[in-house]
């Protein structure tokens, strides 16, 4: 418990000091909005497309599901107009350690797709449910540092804009998901619930310093490209 506390702590700590650096850094702010886009097309609709395509998933969760990749492919504008805006108009490939990621959470979810009543839909549903507590957390760091910009400059800043947007509709569909799971699954399923989203946790946050310090260090890269040009 003590170790996961410290590790999150250093993740935290690591991407506020990079979300500072971008700040007037028109690639670094881009980079780190594409970051946020391969989450919302790559990670999140892709667990929510899974979800809804598991075997007749209850019609209640198939509208839940669809309003929230449709929110998610409103996210997907909202960030790609922004990037257009600060001179990145396209975005790259999602990368190769985020694709690892995903494989082994799918890995370690494995175990368990028989496990439940309602199918392998609570498997999905449970690595949804995780990638958009992750958004929250993600989209809450970066508000938290522009807003202390916004309160230091006097000014608006753009991109919360952008940002408190995505994290309003990414707190609804963390708490949808959650209610999701516990509606399907039963009294006698929940102890297996629990071993899965701590798997699922557990390797969310196993690779979480490692991402950490390739965002921290191409950011970095990205601001120290900007101030050069400008001097």
Same mark, same amino acid.
């Given at each position: 418990?003590?170790?996961?506390?410290?590790?999150?702590?250093?993740? %935290?700590?690591?991407?506020?000091?990079?979300?500072?650096? +971008?700040?007037?850094?028109?690639?670094?702010?881009?980079?780190?909005?594409?970051?946020?886009?391969?989450?919302?097309?790559?990670?999140? &609709? %892709? /667990?929510?497309?899974?979800?809804?395509?598991?075997?007749?998933?209850?019609?209640?969760? +198939?509208?839940?599901?669809?309003?929230?990749?449709?929110?998610? @492919?409103?996210? /997907?504008?909202?960030?790609?107009?922004?990037?257009?805006?600060?001179?990145?108009?396209?975005?790259?490939?999602?990368? /190769?350690?985020?694709?690892?990621?995903?494989?082994?959470?799918?890995?370690?979810?494995?175990?368990? /797709?028989? &496990? #439940?009543?309602?199918?392998?839909?609570?498997?999905?549903?449970?690595?949804?449910?995780? #990638?958009?507590?992750?958004?929250?957390?993600?989209?809450?760091? =970066?508000?938290?540092?522009?807003?202390?910009?916004?309160?230091? !400059?006097?000014? !608006?800043?753009?991109?919360?804009?952008?940002? @408190?947007?995505?994290?309003? %509709?990414?707190?609804? =569909?963390?708490? &949808?998901?959650?209610?999701?799971?516990?509606? *399907?699954?039963?009294?006698?399923?929940?102890?297996?619930?629990?071993?899965?989203?701590?798997?699922?946790?557990?390797?969310?946050?196993?690779?979480?310093?490692?991402?950490? *310090?390739? #965002?921290?260090?191409?950011?970095?890269?990205?601001?120290?490209?900007?101030?050069?040009?400008? +001097?």
């Amino acid at each position: 418990m003590i170790m996961r506390e410290l590790q999150r702590r250093a993740v %935290d700590g690591i991407k506020r000091h990079a979300l500072t650096m +971008s700040i007037g850094s028109p690639r670094a702010e881009a980079h780190i909005l594409e970051e946020y886009l391969w989450s919302e097309e790559s990670a999140e &609709s %892709d /667990a929510l497309r899974q979800t809804l395509g598991a075997a007749a998933p209850p019609r209640w969760l +198939s509208k839940l599901l669809d309003r929230q990749l449709a929110d998610e @492919r409103r996210h /997907a504008q909202l960030l790609r107009a922004r990037m257009a805006e600060l001179g990145a108009a396209t975005a790259r490939p999602l990368p /190769a350690i985020a694709r690892a990621k995903l494989w082994w959470i799918e890995r370690a979810c494995a175990p368990y /797709a028989g &496990s #439940f009543a309602a199918g392998p839909v609570v498997v999905l549903l449970a690595i949804a449910a995780q #990638f958009e507590a992750t958004g929250v957390r993600m989209f809450g760091r =970066h508000l938290g540092v522009l807003e202390e910009h916004e309160r230091a !400059s006097g000014a !608006s800043h753009p991109t919360a804009e952008v940002v @408190r947007a995505i994290l309003a %509709d990414e707190r609804r =569909h963390a708490k &949808s998901c959650a209610a999701a799971l516990e509606r *399907l699954v039963l009294d006698e399923e929940r102890a297996a619930l629990a071993e899965l989203r701590e798997r699922i946790a557990t390797v969310d946050r196993s690779f979480g310093v490692t991402l950490a *310090l390739g #965002f921290w260090a191409l950011t970095a890269t990205n601001a120290l490209r900007d101030r050069g040009r400008a +001097s």
